[in-house]
C-alpha cells in the first residue's frame, strides 16, 4: 500500500492543479446533484416483517390508514373549570369548527365522539390530518393559520398547546454550536503546528469532505429510505475524522520537511507513510460502521452505511486532495530555522534533545508499569460500573427539550390521562369469520381486565370490511418505562393462548409495541456484534504490527474505554448527574441504537490511536531492538499529534452535545469521553506499560500465522525495497528547493 500511495504522492504534486480541480469539480458536482434531487429523511423505527410491524400493517388494511401529516390540539380548561361548563364547551366547538376550515387541514375530530376528554373532563384532545404527505413538513403557514383557532378557547381562559408529528419540522443536523468545535479545532492545529496556513490544511478538506457526504446523502434520501439521525451522525464523524486523518499527514509532511527533503518528496513519503496508517484506520471505522447492517434494523443500517460513507469521502480527501494542496503551498509549511515548531520538530527527531511533555509522561509509565496497569485499569472499571443499570427504548416525544410542542403535549397527555395514554397497545384479531370475531373480542377484553399493568382497555373496535377487531390497552406506564416493555410480553404470551383456543390470529400491535420489537433486537445485537469487533481487532492489528500480544493488549483497552463511556451516558442520561448544565431533556432510558453505534465508531478511532501510537513504536523497534527505548522513542514521534488529535475529536463530539438533540446527544457524549479517555488513559498510559512489561515478547508472531497473515506495511517499509528516497541534509539548513524538484 505503502508503494503505491507514495507514487500517487508524486502524481498529485508533479500534477498539483489538474488534481485539485479534479476534486473540486466532483465535489460541485456532487453537491449539484444532491441538492437538485433531495428528498426528505425517514423518521420511522421499525423492523418489516416483525410480528408487531406485521400486524400494524394488517391493521391498517382492514381499519384503514392515513399517509399524511397528523397534528393534535390539547385544549386544558382553567382551575375550577371543565369542558363540561357550557361556556367553555361552546369554545371549544368554535376552535375546532375553524381549525376545520385551515386551507390543508382535512380532518379534525371532536373529543366528546371520540372519547379523548380526561375523566375529570378539564383536559380534551382532538386529532387534526393534513393533506401533506407523510414524508413532507407540513407548510409553515398551515401550522400558524391552526395555531389561530385556538383565539376563541383562549378567550374563554382555555390553554390551547399543538403537537404532534407535524409539528416537528425536520431538523437541521448542523448549527452554531459545532461550529465551535471548529474553532477549537482550528485553535488545536493552529497551536500543534505554530503555523495557519498548516493549520487550515486539514480544515480545508475536511469541510470538503463534509459538504460532499451531507449533498450526497440529500440526493440519495429521494431514492432510499434514510434515518433523519443519519446526516448528523455522518456529518460529526465526517468532520472528526476528516480533521484528525489529514493532522496525521500534514504533521508528517513537516518533519520530513524539516528534514530537508524536497516539498515533492515530502509529501510523496508523507502519503506513503502516514497515509498508510490513515487508510488503515479509515478501513477499519468503515468496516465496523458497516457491520451494523448485521443487526438487520433498517435505521441502524442507514445511520452505519452513512457514516462509513462519510468516512470514506474523509480518507478519500486526505489521501487524494491533500497532497496537492501541500504541493501548492509548497515551501511556506517547511519550518523556519529557530521556530517554536522547528524547536519541536528538533525534540521530536533528536534522542538527546529534551523529551516533549508526552514522551516524559511515556517515560515516568514505563518507570513503573504495574502501578501505571492497576491504576487505570481500576479507575475505568470504576467507570464503568454505571453500565451494568444501562436500560435502553427508543426516542419519542418525551424525549425532546422542554421548550418543544411535541413535549408540552406529550406531557399533557400524560398529566391527564396517564403515562400510558401516551403508548397506546393494541390487540388485533384475524383470521376468523365475522360471527366469530364479536365472540374472541369479548374473551380478550374479559380476559385482559384483570391484568396488572393495565389502567384501561377500550370496547371492541370492528373493522368496515368484517376482518378484523382490535382492543386498545392503555398501560400504566409510559412508553419507555421498562415495565410497558415486560407488559407487552406478558401480552403476547396471554393472546397466544387465547389465539389457539380460539383458532384466530391475535397479535400485540401498536407503534410503542413495534418500538420495543426495535429495541429488544437492538439489545440482542449488542453482544455478537461486540463479539465480531473484538474478533475483527485482534485480526487486523496482528496483521498490521505482526504481534499477538499487542492486538489482546489493544482489544482490552478498548473494551475499558468503551464500559467507561456506557458508564458516562448511564449516570448523565438515566441518573441525570450534570444533567442541567449538559441541557439534557430529559432522564430515562437510552436510545436503543446509542450502545451499538458508540461500539462501532470508538473501535475505529480506538484503533486509529493504537496504530498512530504503536507504528511509531514498532518502527523505533525495527531499528533498535531496545523495547523500552522504542517506546519512550515512539512516544516522542507520535504524542503530540496523537494528543491534539484526540483533543480535536473530543472538541467535535462535544460541541453536538450542545445541539440538544435527543438522539444525538448520547453518542456525542459517550464518543467524547471515550475517546478522551481512550487517547489518555489506554494509548498514552496503559499501552506503554503493558509493552514494558512485555519487553521483546510483544513483538513476537508464530512463524506460521507471520506466514499466513497479509503484510499491511502499515509503517512504509517497503518504500526503502523499492529505492530510498533522497538523503536528507542538514536538519532545517537545506538550501530551499523547488516543488517539482
Given amino acids: 500500500m505503502a508503494v503505491l500511495l507514495h507514487r500517487w504522492g508524486v502524481f498529485a504534486v508533479r500534477r498539483r492543479r489538474t488534481v485539485l480541480a479534479?476534486?473540486?469539480?466532483?465535489?460541485?458536482?456532487?453537491?449539484?446533484?444532491?441538492?437538485?434531487?433531495?428528498?426528505?429523511?425517514?423518521?420511522?423505527?421499525?423492523?418489516?416483517?416483525?410480528?408487531?410491524q406485521s400486524a400494524l400493517t394488517k391493521m391498517d388494511r382492514h381499519f384503514g390508514s392515513s399517509d399524511h401529516q397528523s397534528a393534535e390540539i390539547v385544549f386544558e380548561a382553567p382551575a375550577g373549570t371543565s369542558f363540561k361548563d357550557r361556556a367553555k364547551a361552546t369554545a371549544l366547538k368554535q376552535s375546532l369548527t375553524a381549525a376545520a376550515t385551515v386551507p390543508g387541514v382535512t380532518s379534525v375530530s371532536d373529543p366528546t365522539r371520540s372519547q379523548t376528554v380526561s375523566p375529570d373532563g378539564k383536559t380534551a384532545v382532538a386529532q387534526v390530518e393534513f393533506s401533506t404527505a407523510k414524508d413532507q413538513d407540513v407548510p409553515q403557514a398551515v401550522l400558524d393559520a391552526l395555531k389561530d383557532t385556538g383565539a376563541s378557547s383562549r378567550a374563554a381562559g382555555v390553554d390551547v398547546l399543538f403537537g404532534g408529528d407535524a409539528y416537528k419540522q425536520s431538523k437541521a443536523p448542523v448549527g452554531p454550536t459545532e461550529g465551535l468545535g471548529v474553532l477549537v479545532a482550528l485553535a488545536v492545529l493552529a497551536i500543534t503546528f505554530g503555523s495557519l496556513l498548516s493549520a487550515g490544511m486539514p480544515l480545508v478538506t475536511s469541510l470538503l469532505a463534509v459538504v460532499a457526504s451531507m449533498t450526497g446523502l440529500m440526493g440519495l434520501s429521494s431514492v432510499l429510505s434514510i434515518s433523519d439521525n443519519a446526516p448528523t451522525l455522518a456529518i460529526m464523524l465526517g468532520l472528526a475524522v476528516g480533521i484528525d486523518y489529514a493532522l496525521f499527514i500534514v504533521s508528517r509532511h513537516r518533519a520530513e520537511l524539516a528534514q530537508g527533503r524536497s516539498v515533492k518528496d515530502a509529501a510523496a513519503r508523507a502519503t506513503a507513510t502516514a497515509g498508510s496508517a490513515v487508510a488503515f484506520a479509515g478501513l477499519t471505522v468503515v468496516i465496523a460502521l458497516a457491520g451494523l447492517t448485521v443487526a438487520g434494523v433498517p435505521v441502524l443500517t442507514s445511520m452505519g452505511l452513512s457514516a462509513a460513507a462519510a468516512v470514506t469521502v474523509a480518507v478519500a480527501m486526505s489521501l487524494g486532495l491533500l497532497p496537492a494542496l501541500l504541493a501548492v503551498a509548497g515551501e511556506r509549511l517547511r519550518p523556519k530555522p529557530g521556530s517554536r515548531a522547528a524547536q519541536r520538530m528538533r525534540r521530536s527527531q533528536d534522542p538527546a534533545a529534551k523529551p516533549s511533555m508526552g514522551a516524559r509522561w511515556v517515560g515516568a509509565v514505563v518507570r513503573r508499569p504495574w502501578r501505571a496497569v492497576i491504576t487505570v485499569t481500576l479507575a475505568l472499571a470504576a467507570l464503568a460500573l454505571p453500565a451494568g443499570q444501562l436500560q435502553l427504548a427508543l426516542s419519542d416525544d418525551g424525549s425532546e427539550p422542554t421548550s418543544t410542542a411535541a413535549r408540552q403535549v406529550y406531557d399533557k397527555i400524560g398529566d391527564a390521562f396517564g403515562p400510558g395514554a401516551n403508548g397506546p397497545l393494541v390487540v388485533l384479531v384475524t383470521g376468523a369469520p365475522k360471527s366469530a370475531l364479536k365472540d374472541t373480542g369479548q374473551k380478550i377484553t374479559k380476559d385482559l381486565?384483570?391484568?396488572?399493568?393495565?389502567?384501561?382497555?377500550?370496547p371492541v373496535d370492528y373493522s368496515p370490511d368484517g376482518g378484523a377487531a382490535r382492543v386498545q390497552v392503555i398501560p400504566t406506564t409510559g412508553p419507555r418505562d421498562p415495565a410497558t416493555s415486560t407488559l407487552v410480553t406478558r401480552l403476547q404470551d396471554r393472546v397466544a393462548s387465547l389465539a389457539k383456543q380460539s383458532g384466530s390470529d391475535?397479535?400485540?400491535?401498536?407503534?410503542?409495541?413495534?418500538?420495543?420489537?426495535?429495541?429488544?433486537?437492538?439489545?440482542?445485537?449488542?453482544?455478537?456484534?461486540?463479539?465480531?469487533?473484538?474478533?475483527?481487532?485482534?485480526?487486523?492489528?496482528?496483521?498490521?504490527?505482526?504481534?499477538?500480544?499487542?492486538?489482546?493488549?489493544?482489544?482490552?483497552?478498548?473494551?475499558?474505554?468503551?464500559?467507561?463511556?456506557?458508564?458516562a451516558i448511564v449516570a448523565v442520561f438515566q441518573w441525570g448527574w450534570l444533567a442541567g448544565p449538559l441541557g439534557v431533556p430529559s432522564t430515562g432510558p437510552i436510545a436503543s441504537f446509542v450502545p451499538i453505534i458508540v461500539m462501532a465508531v470508538l473501535f475505529g478511532l480506538a484503533m486509529d490511536y493504537e496504530v498512530f501510537m504503536v507504528s511509531a513504536m514498532r518502527e523505533e523497534y525495527v531499528q533498535t531492538k531496545r523495547p523500552h527505548a522504542s517506546i519512550i522513542g515512539g512516544a516522542r514521534h507520535a504524542a503530540r499529534v496523537v494528543t491534539a488529535a484526540a483533543l480535536i475529536m473530543v472538541a467535535v463530539f462535544a460541541s453536538f452535545l450542545f445541539g440538544h438533540d435527543p438522539a444525538i446527544m448520547p453518542i456525542a457524549l459517550a464518543l467524547a469521553i471515550g475517546v478522551l479517555i481512550d487517547a489518555f488513559a489506554v494509548r498514552m498510559t496503559l499501552v506503554p506499560a503493558v509493552m514494558s512489561l512485555l519487553g521483546h515478547r510483544a513483538w513476537w508472531l508464530p512463524r506460521r500465522l507471520d506466514k499466513w497473515l497479509p503484510d499491511l506495511d502499515v509503517e512504509g517499509a517497503r518504500l526503502k525495497e523499492n529505492g530510498p528516497a533522497p538523503a536528507p541534509v542538514a536538519y532545517l539548513h537545506s538550501p530551499r528547493q523547488d516543488v517539482t524538484s
Fill in 449 to 458: 381486565s384483570g391484568m396488572s399493568g393495565i389502567a384501561r382497555i377500550s
Fill in 506 to 567: 391475535i397479535a400485540v400491535t401498536g407503534q410503542t409495541a413495534v418500538s420495543i420489537e426495535v429495541s429488544n433486537k437492538l439489545s440482542a445485537s449488542l453482544l455478537p456484534f461486540a463479539l465480531v469487533v473484538v474478533g475483527l481487532s485482534l485480526l487486523l492489528l496482528m496483521a498490521a504490527f505482526r504481534s499477538i500480544a499487542i492486538p489482546i493488549k489493544a482489544t482490552v483497552g478498548f473494551l475499558l474505554s468503551v464500559g467507561a463511556s456506557f458508564g
Fill in 22 to 52: 479534479v476534486w473540486l469539480l466532483i465535489v460541485a458536482a456532487i453537491a449539484a446533484l444532491g441538492i437538485s434531487c433531495a428528498g426528505s429523511f425517514d423518521s420511522r423505527s421499525d423492523i418489516p416483517g416483525s410480528a408487531a
